[in-house]
């Protein structure tokens, strides 16, 4: 795996798919749920809780060897008549799993889909947060979360307000932050959200940290078993 090769982390949720990934060499993603490009690099995994000890961390990557449409009738024969059988599909065909050096772990439960990242992260990461590529912006909020010991979940998704940029899980409720010059969400009984503009990031960033910081101190500080 080069630095720079593209890497796109995919959800392993069952026994069977990664199965057929380890003998078979193929992975099926649904066309209608597909991220915006399958022409990567590399696929990475992350397993879920069917996986015992491998469970909510990626363990294994696997070469791309090239992609196909096709439909899940095609690919899984033994079930023609499944509901979503004539569904479209991309087999994804990779090489041999690769098991990484060092497991990378989500920190807190999450909901995982896809993300993209690059070799450098897949190889350098600690836990599932670092794989994710932002702005610069985005990247210096973060950083200075860390350093301010506020551990936050990047690309988090919550309802209402769908993807936010981070989330601080705290005693009394949840903290969402979004980095949008205009979007308003209104506060939940379990979220409370902040919109901040990029360019405040840029001019103020104590002060945008600041912020974040009394807002994660009136829900009772974060809960460190989250």
């Not at 990378?104 to 450098?120: D, E, K, M």
């Not at 990461?125 to 932002?134: G, R, S, Y």
Request: net charge positive.
């Amino acid at each position: 795996m080069n630095a720079g090769d593209v890497v796109l982390v995919a959800v392993m949720n069952n026994l069977r798919d990664f199965e057929i990934a380890r003998v078979l060499g193929w992975y099926r993603i649904p066309v209608k749920t597909a991220p915006r490009t399958v022409a990567v690099d590399w696929l990475a995994f992350y397993q879920t809780a069917k996986f015992g000890e491998e469970k909510w961390a990626v363990n294994y990557a696997a070469p791309v060897r090239g992609h196909e449409l096709t439909t899940r009738a095609e690919l899984l024969r033994t079930q023609p008549d499944h509901p979503h059988a004539r569904e479209q599909y991309y087999k994804i065909q990779i090489g041999a799993l690769e098991r990484l050096a060092r497991p990378i772990p989500s920190q807190a439960w999450r909901r995982v889909t896809f993300l993209y990242t690059t070799g450098a992260r897949l190889l350098a990461a600690c836990e599932l947060n670092d794989l994710i590529v932002q702005s610069s912006e985005r990247e210096r909020l973060w950083a200075a979360l860390r350093e301010r010991g506020l551990r936050a979940e990047r690309q988090y998704a919550s309802q209402p307000a769908g993807e936010l940029d981070f989330a601080l899980l705290c005693q009394l409720g949840n903290l969402g932050v979004l980095l949008d010059e205009q979007k308003r969400i209104k506060d939940t009984p379990t979220w409370r959200y902040l919109a901040i503009p990029p360019s405040a990031v840029a001019a103020d960033l104590p002060g945008v940290v600041q912020q974040i910081e009394q807002a994660v101190l009136q829900l009772g500080g974060l809960n460190h078993g989250r």
